[in-house]
Nanobody, 128 residues
Framework: QVQLVESGGGLVQAGGSLRLSCAASGRTFSSYAMGWFRQAPVKEREFVAGIIRRAGATYYADSVKGRFTISRDNAKNTVYWQMNSLKPEDTAVYYC?????????????????????WGQGTQVTVSS
């Protein structure tokens, strides 16, 4: 069982930056694939980035590639989400998610149904 708690959301002007954190409970954090998702009003939850065990491989949605960075610190049981050059369309509730990973996995899971554990979400609002 893993519990996830996001923090770091808030209100920022377009072009600004925010860093979200997701702290995980448990002693096996390093064995989990981690993902960030977001959900804007009246829209479905969408994948934005993920990171897996194998070489710390990452994958980003096209909408955030080059602006956002996912990273993890296994010693701190935390995954980070650095968001730069924010746009109003980035406004959403951001969720982190975890799934028991395999050392044999080559690709980052991108489906919401793949992830077993979810945080409560943190609001990010970007003003124009």
């Amino acid at each position: 069982q893993v519990q996830l708690v996001e923090s770091g959301g808030g209100l920022v002007q377009a072009g600004g930056s925010l860093r979200l954190s997701c702290a995980a409970s448990g002693r096996t954090f390093s064995s989990y694939a981690m993902g960030w998702f977001r959900q804007a009003p009246v829209k479905e939850r969408e994948f934005v980035a993920g990171i897996i065990r194998r070489a710390g491989a990452t994958y980003y949605a096209d909408s955030v590639k080059g602006r956002f960075t996912i990273s993890r610190d296994n010693a701190k049981n935390t995954v980070y989400w650095q968001m730069n050059s924010l746009k109003p369309e980035d406004t959403a509730v951001y969720y982190c998610a975890a799934e028991q990973d395999s050392a044999l996995r080559w690709t980052v899971p991108r489906c919401t149904s793949t992830y077993d554990y979810w945080g409560q979400g943190t609001q990010v609002t970007v003003s124009s």
